[in-house]
């Protein structure tokens, strides 16, 4: 005897913020941003032994303008940082990126001229995946977490970085 029982069968009650963080979270489409030995392991990550169709994320996409998740994984040398800052501008918005391995996030033991010291100085970083190459189960780990915080967001949030203002 409650309130569902008066509402007809066709009425689906929802707010809008959560049913489009739902289809966003079901739907994030990479970009793989492979530029060293951590690409083999995101590769892996994406292979039938760790299923990642389950998430909705079962194919690569070759195009910044038809994904919304960069992945960068390995080292980023100085000569590829105004590539990988062209592509990330080009992806639609919203959009996120993960930094996989410890050369993508703090240039690892390469500290030289040649190599970006951390991919976050010249495009914004949501998730960190540590790890020298970090394994799959860390990357579907650090994909997991960016659903949690995708979840949170909310369409009413004019800004381009939505996802990032939260768990800041």
């Keep these: 005897m409650g309130l569902e029982e008066h509402i007809p069968d066709s009425i689906l009650l929802t707010s809008m913020d959560k049913m489009v963080n739902w289809a966003r979270k079901r739907s994030v489409w990479p970009l793989t941003m492979g530029l060293a030995c951590c690409a083999i392991e995101m590769m892996s990550t994406f292979m039938a032994k760790y299923d990642m169709a389950r998430y909705g994320m079962e194919v690569f996409r070759p195009s910044p303008r038809q994904s919304d998740l960069m992945i960068v994984a390995g080292r980023v040398s100085m000569k590829m ?20 391995g410890s050369c993508a996030s703090c240039g690892g033991v390469f500290n030289n001229y040649a190599i970006l010291q951390g991919v976050d100085r010249i495009i914004p970083v949501d998730i960190y995946v540590p ?4 394994r799959p189960e860390q990357l579907m780990d650090a994909i997991l977490k960016l659903h949690a915080r995708i979840e949170a967001g909310s369409i009413k949030d004019k800004r381009e970085d939505w996802g990032r203002s939260l768990n800041r």
Excluded: D, F, H, R
């Design 81 to 100: 940082a105004p590539v990988v800052k062209t592509l990330y501008e080009q992806m639609p918005n919203p959009k996120w990126v993960l930094s996989m």
């Design 131 to 134: 790890g020298c190459p970090p």
